[in-house]
């Protein structure tokens, strides 16, 4: 109980990452993350800040792909928003894939065996489309099975390398795709991207209570470290049988799923995407799912769900205008 207790008041006082106090006050003694903290609480140095700024200079919106909970289809999101926004063939999209230990994007948009390049600008990304190009440590692996077992500076370093030394060009829209959780590679991205303009972040979750419990803990993140989130994603959302029309809750929402989680914290609900079959079957293809079945209600989904963050990111150039 008294560990119980010290850890709770722990977690209620964490100044937070962008506090002169990160990583140093008392509340900080035992978290993991406190080294990173205290060697990095006010963001990239400003030698970094600048060489960060200079590359993602043309870049004019960035969104972060998050959830606390692995498993509820975070990639899969990533990967159809880069589709939807690439979509118009007048935006140029870029999708960074930092799940450092599960780099699922090369297989879900179709890239696996391909690799990165060098020219004199820095590394190529690997393109789906002439508008559309991804990077992943996963082009850097020699098998697709192959482990990554690195600690986090090294994590961190190369997620600085992929934002420093990518030739991104002029991007649009850079969809960054997060690994579960509120750690170093979370802390890093924010850091890094706090040199440069960060839009927000969509938060996926699925409707059950054992995955809202880790989104709550992925919101109250976004809150310490001033990241503003854009809204949620409930994902896996009910079935509807094609046969019989029925639907089912393959995932109860018990405690009033995504719905009930963002009214009682003041989030956005960006809207819900419903179970079907042929996203799995796309995913693993290596095909847009959006594309393959464009009639499907899933679709339809994803469709309002990237014209509301279109529309966000849009209203928040337009107000980042006028403050400057």
């Known amino acids: 109980a008294a560990l119980a207790?010290?850890?709770?008041l722990s977690f209620a006082e964490c100044p937070g990452t962008g506090s002169a106090q990160a990583g140093r006050a008392a509340a900080c003694q035992g978290c993991p993350n406190q080294g990173l903290c205290a060697?990095?609480?006010?963001?990239?140095?400003?030698?970094?800040?600048?060489e960060l700024r200079a590359r993602l200079r043309a870049v004019r919106h960035t969104v972060l792909v998050l959830s606390g909970k692995g498993g509820v289809g975070k990639s899969t999101f990533s990967a159809l928003l880069a589709h939807g926004l690439a979509a118009d063939e007048t935006k140029q999209v870029a999708l960074l894939d930092i799940d450092i230990c599960g780099p699922s994007?090369?297989?879900?948009?179709?890239?696996?065996?391909?690799?990165v390049h060098q020219s004199g600008s820095g590394w190529s990304p690997v393109y789906v489309e002439e508008n559309l190009?991804?990077?992943s440590v996963g082009f850097l692996l020699s098998s697709p099975d192959d482990a990554v077992i690195w600690r986090g500076p090294k994590k961190n370093g190369l997620i600085k390398q992929f934002l420093r030394d990518v030739d991104w060009g002029e991007v649009d829209y850079l969809i960054v795709d997060t690994p579960p959780g509120t750690s170093d590679e979370h802390l890093s991205i924010v850091q890094y991207l706090s040199a440069t303009r960060i839009d927000g972040a969509v938060i996926v979750t699925?409707?059950?209570?054992?995955?809202?419990?880790?989104?709550r803990k992925e919101i109250n993140?976004?809150?310490?470290v001033k990241l503003p989130i854009i809204g949620v994603v409930e994902n896996m959302s009910g079935f509807v049988c094609p046969k019989c029309k029925n639907e089912s809750q393959i995932f109860p929402p018990t405690t009033g799923g995504a719905e009930k989680m963002c009214q009682n914290l003041s989030v956005s609900l960006l809207g819900k995407v419903p179970l079907d079959p042929q996203i799995g079957k796309s995913c693993d293809s290596g095909q847009s799912f959006l594309a393959e079945a464009p009639e499907s209600p899933a679709t339809l989904s994803y469709r309002n769900i990237i014209q509301r963050i279109q529309?966000?990111?849009?209203?928040?150039?337009l107000q980042e205008e006028k403050i400057m």
């Open 311 to 317: 529309e966000y990111c849009e209203q928040h150039h």
């Open 39 to 50: 060697a990095g609480a006010a963001g990239p140095d400003p030698a970094e800040a600048a």
């Open 105 to 115: 994007i090369p297989k879900i948009m179709g890239l696996e065996g391909e690799q």
């Open 5 to 8: 207790a010290q850890l709770s």
């Open 133 to 135: 190009g991804v990077m």
């Open 221 to 224: 993140f976004c809150r310490k």
């Open 206 to 215: 699925t409707p059950q209570e054992v995955s809202l419990q880790d989104v």
